[in-house]
């Protein structure tokens, strides 16, 4: 049973907030849990804001109300009326004590919001998902981030089938009942926001740690799993460890509980989240062993295990006003753990992947009809917004303030902001406050960029006067219209720089009324301005936006000379990479407007001459090596033929091959798989990455020989990436010898979930338009289901937004089957299916063909009357802009 409110309800708007009249001061939740049923007892005391005159209403969506009194009387039902959403209640005042008694049925639950079961209902375990507003499915509630009550929480339950039970907070207490049955309580001593309670009932074993904080605290670590994962968690202990003592170290935060539970489920719709005391994760961020992770996904249980931990205070201690402020808890965290992960491994890589992301993600969504500010102004389903924007482009905006003032004055600023808000529900102005105050400066400026949607152009040119011998760089911003959003602002761009003689080394940039250095960043506030570089021999060659300083798309007319001694010589790294990428841009289009050889050959002259370099480190080769995606590609171009840009980048690749020379390649390779190991550390992973990309490199040169050393390679892999990536190469280049491997996995993998959601998600990947077909076929596998959202995400959501030529199907029957899934989604899990419908952003920059048969599968959509409103409002939006 899920909640289908009117599709066309009214928008929720920024502009219309208003505090709460009525608060919940202490909240006392007792739980009577079952797996069809759990009955939820709730005693509110209620506070009320003297200055305002509203009724007591409370939220609530699926609940069976049983039982209702106010301060100990049980109310007549004149005195209460269920409405669309809620409840409310006459003749409550400042004190009143509210008591509700209330059922929901977790197994019933397929959205996966509110009380649920995770697993098969036998042997599954219930737990919680309540940001952003699932807690108003548990019980009758003042269910907004402003809200924060002190929670006391007693659990109830038949004692063999439900031995585990945890709520947050710190435990208070637990014993035996009659019949089987026992209780165990909980309580937080940090009042809260109801969208971070929690709870998890069930059998699940777990490994613990002791830990003291910096300031002297003992916690008990303690990760949850069932049986046959409680083995993959020692890492994200690991990890934990690791994110508590970095961000006691950099951001001089402690833990502030005597436990901190850390559970894992097969069955969620995001990563994880951040519950105080309880976090609950995606079994897929947070377990890992050799034999069935990968680097990447290695990397990302560290990140995520840092990202929720790091909410704390980002998030908890310090929570949002309102759900427009979303990117202070997600824009601020997703920095800090960015932040965190480049110290635990390498900062340039981390940077590269990051604005991959950036690219890959959040500038489509900012192009397309979704396009919304950080701050978004207006939504309708929340759920909607945890989005690129709010989390990838929300941390590069706190990027660009930290690099703002510097080290040690953005940590004056987040210990200010955190000393003025803890226990409080801020907004994105008081973080700038802040930050600001406590270094004299004043950053609202900045604010605009929260309240702007789309991703601005700057536009770069050099003069070089050799008689004055002087420079002058002219920036200059340019801001499109985004859907809804016509009129657009100037903003402080931080442009971050240094300048490069002929020779590669760095020149001394002697600017007017400043002392020389090498690296120097200019705010570029204006529609244009001029930058005069005083004292240069030479025209120099200057390095842009370095380090990625704002999320901006820049131009700049390099030559293809200059931009391979970029490539060549920048020490920062990441401009480094970006040096190589824009040669790539400049290569892929030459061979796209059949331009002269020269285009083309600069960059795989480039990358043929690093190949051999002793000095490059592999993962940053691997990188190189790798031209941007078919999606950055087709943001490029004002009509989009996925065939076409599928073709041209691999002719891309190609010339890369060729020029590097199979020969090379093949005797790299050989290196590499000689040294094989399961090992995790840098230098290990490295070699991986760079092995992969040489074998798919060689597979276009000379596949019978790549598909040789991949059969091989997958045989003796010492671990999942090595594995994987062999099945990929063979599944790719030779689909007959493929298939045996394939099956060997499938059944090697049986049991194991995540591996098998690689299984789905390989194959979904494979270019071309016969894997339609094959995604059909994998529709009958008897281990594909709709229910579980990775499964979901593995197989239809990897084709529709990982493989291009497979969905965009020129007979538009990619944009069918999918649009017929979306819909079948959204009867069991609303938020899921939003999220997946997505895929369709940009349809309408698709080739005429392609663009109505688009169109066409989103109207479809669009005439179903019932939608909920979280696919609504993704369909409505896809089809009105
Ligand atoms: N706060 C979680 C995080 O750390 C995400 C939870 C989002 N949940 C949702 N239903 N949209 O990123
Ligand atoms: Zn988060």
Redesign the pocket.
């Known amino acids: 049973m899920n909640a289908r409110p009117e599709a066309a309800s009214q928008p929720i708007r920024l502009a219309d907030y208003r505090a709460p009249a009525w608060r919940v001061e202490r909240v006392e939740l007792d739980f009577e849990l079952g797996i069809d049923a759990a009955e939820v007892a709730a005693r509110l005391l209620l506070r009320r804001d003297p200055a305002q005159d509203e009724p007591l209403r409370l939220d609530g969506e699926n609940l069976e109300l049983l039982s209702i009194a106010l301060d100990g009387r049980p109310l007549p039902v004149d005195a209460y009326r269920l409405i669309d959403g809620g409840l409310e209640v006459d003749g409550a005042r400042d004190g009143s004590v509210l008591e509700t008694r209330v059922r929901v049925h977790p197994a019933a639950n397929t959205a996966l ?1 509110g009380l649920y079961l995770s697993g098969p209902r036998d042997t599954g375990f219930l737990l919680t ?1 309540c ?2 507003q699932g807690f108003r499915h548990i019980t009758y509630f003042l269910d907004r981030p402003d809200v924060q009550s002190s929670y006391s929480v007693t659990l109830r339950a038949d004692r063999a089938r439900f031995p585990v039970l945890l709520a947050g907070g710190n435990p208070d207490g637990a014993g035996e009942l009659d019949g089987g049955r026992h209780w165990a309580r909980f309580v937080d001593p940090h009042p809260k926001p109801s969208y971070l309670f929690a709870l998890v009932a069930g059998r699940l074993e777990r490994i613990e740690r002791g830990y003291r904080t910096a300031d002297g605290r003992d916690v008990q670590l303690k990760i949850w799993a069932e049986a046959d994962a409680i083995g993959r968690c020692q890492y994200a202990m690991d990890a934990l460890e690791r994110s508590m003592r970095w961000d006691e170290r950099v951001y001089g935060r402690n833990y502030d509980l005597d436990v901190f539970h850390v559970v894992a489920t097969h069955d969620f ?6 519950n105080k005391g309880l976090n609950i994760f995606n079994a897929k961020c947070l377990l890992a062993d050799p034999d069935a992770s990968t680097d990447d996904e290695y990397r990302r249980v560290e990140a995520v295990i840092a ?2 931990y790091f ?1 704390n205070w980002s998030g908890n201690r310090v929570t949002c006003r309102d759900w427009f402020q979303l990117s202070l808890k ?1 824009g601020f965290t997703v920095f800090r753990e960015q932040s965190f992960s480049a110290d635990m491994n390498s900062a340039p890589l981390k940077r590269i992947e990051d604005v991959s992301l950036l690219r890959r993600a959040q500038f489509p969504e900012d192009a397309g009809p979704l396009a919304h500010p950080v701050r978004p102004a207006e939504y309708r389903e929340i ?1 909607n917004f ?1 989005t690129a924007t709010v989390y990838e482009k929300g941390a590069e905006l706190v990027r660009m303030l930290a690099g703002r003032l510097g080290e040690e004055g953005f940590r004056r600023g987040t210990d200010l902001y955190f000393a003025r808000n803890d226990g409080r529900a801020a907004t994105i102005e008081d973080f700038l406050a802040a930050l600001g105050d406590a270094n004299g400066v004043d950053l609202t400026p900045y604010l605009a960029w929260y309240g702007q949607a789309g991703t601005p152009r700057v536009r770069a040119q050099g003069a070089y006067d050799a008689a004055q011998r002087t420079y002058t760089l002219t920036l200059s911003q340019h801001h499109a219209p985004s859907a809804r959003q016509p009129h657009k602002h100037n903003l402080p761009i931080p442009v971050k720089l240094a300048l490069f003689g002929a020779d590669g080394r760095m020149l001394p940039m002697q600017m007017d009324g400043q002392t020389p250095a090498s690296e120097t960043v200019v705010v570029l506030a204006d529609a244009e301005q001029h930058y005069v570089f005083r004292d240069l021999g030479e025209r120099p060659v200057p390095s842009l936006l370095r380090g990625f300083s704002a999320p901006v798309i820049l131009e700049c007319d390099y030559t293809p000379a200059e931009l391979a001694l970029l490539l060549a010589h920048d020490p920062d790294g990441f401009n480094r990479w970006e040096a190589g990428q824009q040669l790539a841009l400049r290569a892929h289009d030459a061979l796209r407007d059949g331009a002269g050889p020269h285009g083309v050959t600069a960059w795989c002259d480039a990358l043929a001459t690093l190949f051999d370099d002793p000095r490059l480190d592999a993962a940053l080769l691997a990188d190189l090596l790798t031209p941007p995606g078919e999606v950055e590609l087709a943001e490029r171009e004002p009509l989009v033929d996925p065939e076409h840009i599928h073709a041209l980048r691999r002719q891309l690749q190609l010339r890369l091959a060729t020029r590097i020379g199979r020969d090379r390649l093949d005797a790299r390779y050989r290196r590499l798989a000689a040294q094989a190991t399961a090992a995790l550390d840098a230098g290990s992973q490295a070699n991986r990455r760079l092995k992969q990309r040489v074998l798919q490199l060689l597979a276009l040169l000379d596949p019978a020989l790549a598909c040789a050393h991949a059969a091989a390679q997958y045989r003796d892999a010492p671990g999942m990436t090595d594995r994987l990536g062999a099945l990929a190469v063979l599944a790719r280049h030779d689909v007959a010898r493929g298939a045996e491997p394939l099956a060997h996995y499938r059944a090697r993998y049986a049991d194991d979930p995540l591996a098998l959601d690689k299984w789905f998600a390989l194959q979904a990947q494979l270019p071309g338009e016969s894997t339609l077909a094959r995604v059909q076929a994998l529709e009958a596998d008897p281990a594909f289901t709709l229910k579980n959202p990775n499964r979901a995400r593995a197989l239809l959501g990897t084709f529709a937004s990982g493989n291009p030529t497979g969905f965009h199907r020129v007979d538009g029957a990619g944009y069918r089957l999918y649009a017929e899934r979306l819909l079948a989604l959204d009867a069991l899990n609303p ?1 899921i299916a939003a999220r997946l419908a997505t895929a369709f952003n940009g349809w309408q920059r698709l080739e005429p063909q392609r663009r109505e048969a688009a169109r066409a599968a989103l109207a479809s959509l669009a005439a179903c009357d019932k939608l909920s409103r979280n696919l609504a409002e993704i369909v409505g939006n896809m089809l009105k802009a």
Not at 269 to 274: F, I, K, L, P, Q
Request: aromatic fraction near 6%; proline fraction near 0%; charged fraction near 30%.
């Open positions: 919001e998902q940001e952003a719709n995001m990563g994880a989240m951040e990202h929720e909410h997600e759920n945890y938020q």
